[in-house]
């Protein structure tokens, strides 16, 4: 697989400062999946806005933005974004228990939360043609439409994500590292 330069302030196109900027700001640092995506503004920007739409804007708590997040991730076995989620799921405090649920793709502590994972994956994998089933079960453990469509806002991100760390092959970001995971398929 091609590895993709990571890009920064020194040589990212133009259009990508701002970005950089911005993601420094927020994070302390450039987070590697950025360094990446600056080699396209446009890219780096879209995933900038739907992050924060996802993260500040949707009826989701802490506990089911880490659901939705890191069901994603696991799916498409995505090296960076597992780990770099557990730790932002640290951040948003998280209980660990859930994180290494999702991590393990074992049992959520909560029928309503595992509803949620279940859905998100029916969503993911039939790229969004739920079964009228699927949708029922979805609404009898307590969500509705907005939260369906919500699941599609957090896909198209971590779509973004998860596509560039497989090309990019992004090495998970030194805070991150303590938090490695390797996908079922891979162990």
Sequence with gaps: ???????????????????????????????????????????????????????????????????????????????????AHTGIAKMMKVDDAISNAL???????????EALRTFTLKMTDSRGNPTDADLEAFYAAGYGEQQVL????????KVMSNYTNHLAETPVDAPMQQFAWTPKSKR
């Design 1 to 83: 697989m091609a590895k993709f330069e990571k890009l920064d302030e020194t040589n990212a196109p133009e259009a990508s400062q701002p970005l950089i900027a911005k993601s420094k700001a927020a994070f302390g640092r450039l987070p590697g999946l950025h360094a990446v995506m600056a080699r396209a503004p446009s890219l780096l920007d879209g995933y900038q806005v739907l992050h924060r739409l996802f993260a500040e804007e949707t009826s989701f708590d802490a506990d089911e933005k880490t659901v939705v997040w890191q069901t994603i991730n696991v799916y498409h076995e995505c090296h960076y974004c597992v780990p």
């Design 150 to 157: 919500e699941i599609v806002l957090g896909i198209a991100q």
């Design 103 to 113: 991590r393990d793709e074992t049992p959520l502590p909560s029928e309503k939360l």
